[in-house]
C-alpha cells in the first residue's frame, strides 16, 4: 500500500523561510519523478517543481531562486525548501510523487 506523508509548512513573516517533507513508503521511490503543487484559496492547483528520478530539478518560474526541492532516495524522503517566502506563496501544498498524493500541508505567509 502506498503512503505519502507529508510534514513541515506552518506560519511564516514575509521573508522568511519553511521547509517541507514528503515520506513514501509502499513504492520504488527511486523510479519516480516527484512534483510538489501548490493551491491558493480561489484558485486552481499550479505546479510549483519536480525533481526527476535522476535528480534534475525544475521551479516554475514564480519560485525560481527562492525554493529547492531536493531527494534523498535512501530515506524514500522529497524535500522542498522554501526561502524568501511571499504573501503569495500562501496556500496547501501537495506532494505528488507519480499518481500518489499527499494530504496536504498549509503554508501561511503573512505581512
Known amino acids: 500500500q502506498v503512503q505519502v506523508v507529508q510534514s513541515g509548512g506552518g506560519l511564516v513573516l514575509a521573508g522568511g523561510s519553511l521547509s517541507l517533507s514528503c515520506a513514501v513508503s509502499?513504492?520504488?521511490?527511486?523510479?519516480?519523478?516527484v512534483r510538489w503543487y501548490r493551491q491558493a484559496p480561489g484558485k486552481e492547483r499550479e505546479l510549483v517543481a519536480i525533481?526527476?528520478?535522476?535528480?534534475?530539478?525544475n521551479n516554475a518560474a514564480s519560485v525560481k531562486g527562492r525554493f529547492a526541492i531536493s531527494r534523498d532516495n535512501a530515506k524514500n524522503l522529497v524535500s522542498l525548501q522554501m526561502n524568501s517566502l511571499k504573501p503569495e506563496d500562501t496556500g496547501v501544498y501537495y506532494c505528488?510523487?507519480?499518481?500518489?498524493w499527499g494530504q496536504g500541508t498549509q503554508v501561511t505567509v503573512s505581512t
Open positions: 509502499g513504492v520504488i521511490f527511486s523510479a519516480m519523478d
Open positions: 505528488n510523487p507519480r499518481n500518489h
Open positions: 525533481i526527476t528520478r535522476g535528480g534534475s530539478t
